[in-house]
């Protein structure tokens, strides 16, 4: 019914950027909050930057300053820009919507498949 795909992962040293995308498909009747997590070996997912609705946002401390969460939705589409990234960014990325689906009153939360984010040098 509804797809997210992530692109825009891969390797990048340390002080570099990367910029992430989520696209989404299928019958969307309206959008609601959106999100980008994160997931380190070993360590519980997180959220990494939230956007509302109206445009807030949020995010965890350890990226403020350095992180952008941006949102498209005539476009379908959510951004991450990351910059000055740092070996403890290093992770798993997942977009997450909140979405309606055309003819629901309900909105429920869906994921995308996650994308890998190496920083190293």
């Known amino acids: 019914q509804v797809q997210l795909v992530e692109s825009g992962g891969g390797l990048v040293q340390p002080g570099g950027s990367l910029r992430l995308s989520c696209a989404a498909s299928?019958?969307?009747?309206?959008?609601?909050?959106m999100g980008w997590y994160r997931q380190a070996p070993g360590k519980q997912r997180e959220l990494v930057a939230g956007?509302?609705?109206?445009?807030?946002?949020n995010y965890v401390d350890s990226v403020k300053g350095r992180f952008t969460i941006s949102r498209d939705n005539a476009k379908n589409t959510m951004g991450l820009q990351m910059n000055s990234l740092k070996p403890e960014d290093t992770a798993v990325y997942y977009c997450?919507?909140?979405?309606?689906?055309?003819?629901?009153?309900?909105?429920?939360?869906?994921w995308g498949q996650g994308t890998l984010v190496t920083v190293s040098s």
């Open positions: 299928g019958s969307i009747g309206s959008y609601y909050d």
């Open positions: 956007i509302a609705v109206d445009g807030s946002t």
């Open positions: 997450q919507m909140t979405i309606r689906l055309t003819g629901s009153l309900a909105y429920r939360g869906y």
